[in-house]
């Protein structure tokens, strides 16, 4: 089976901050791979969902200057985001492909 370089689509940015949790941020439409980077100085931790989706420190962390796929469900529409301490930006890239 080929796999297909991933192709990124689209990118929107979520602030994250200890207080951010409950802000949904809408994930761009066109692909359900998505890369996560985190640009901040500490780590944040984000959850895909709904318009209602939120984050706690206890979902899934991003390292500091660390980038990750992940292949959301297609009802996955959102993102929430929040950091234990301090803010982070984190961008958020949907596409095709691995």
């Known amino acids: 089976m080929d796999q297909q370089l991933f192709k990124a689509k689209t990118t929107v940015s979520a602030s994250a901050t200890t207080t951010s949790g409950s802000t949904a941020v809408a994930l761009p439409t066109a692909g359900i791979n998505i890369s996560c980077l985190n640009q901040g100085s500490v780590v944040a931790y984000f ?4 318009s209602t989706v939120t984050a706690a420190t206890t979902d899934t962390p991003l390292d500091i200057g ?3 796929g992940f292949t959301r469900k297609t009802t996955d529409t959102h993102v ?8 982070a930006t984190v961008t958020f890239t949907s596409g095709v492909g691995v």
Do not use: E, Q
């Open 66 to 68: 660390v980038s990750r």
């Open 47 to 50: 959850k895909f969902g709904t």
């Open 80 to 87: 929430a985001v929040i950091t234990a301490s301090g803010t």
